[in-house]
Nanobody
Framework: VQLQASGGGLVQIGGSLRLSCVAS????????MGWFRQAPGKEREFVAS????????LYADSVKGRFTISRDVPKGAVYLQMDSLKAEDTAVYYC?????????????????WGQGTLVTVSS
């Protein structure tokens, strides 16, 4: 399974970006999906996740109220709408497909990972 993430780029503080991630085949249909990020010199951290039906969504405290995760099950896609971006949101963002149907913050719960897309938030 390959995950293709896109939508990253350079944006000003307070701006918005929408990340997209599509799985190469429908392995993601019955599985949760998530977004994680890794800033320079830091460990990978959880950002948001969504269960297989799209009904249960989890967010890191640092992005609550600013980021929105959604998915298109037939397309095998997951999206991350990022608003009110801050400098500390700068990171490489990774999408992932979970081992099961749930939404989870646990990195170990995910089995397939995308290659990452860079988001740079600058003044």
């Amino acid at each position: 399974v390959q995950l293709q993430a896109s939508g990253g780029g350079l944006v000003q503080i307070g701006g918005s970006l929408r990340l997209s991630c599509v799985a190469s085949r429908r392995t993601s249909t019955n599985n949760g999906m998530g977004w994680f990020r890794q800033a320079p010199g830091k460990e990978r951290e959880f950002v948001a996740s969504i269960d297989w039906k799209g009904g249960t969504k989890l967010y890191a405290d640092s992005v609550k109220g600013r980021f929105t995760i959604s998915r298109d099950v037939p397309k095998g896609a997951v999206y991350l709408q990022m608003d009110s971006l801050k400098a500390e949101d700068t990171a490489v963002y990774y999408c992932a497909v979970a081992r099961g149907p749930s939404s989870s913050q646990n990195t170990n719960y995910y089995q397939y990972w995308g290659q990452g897309t860079l988001v740079t938030v600058s003044s």
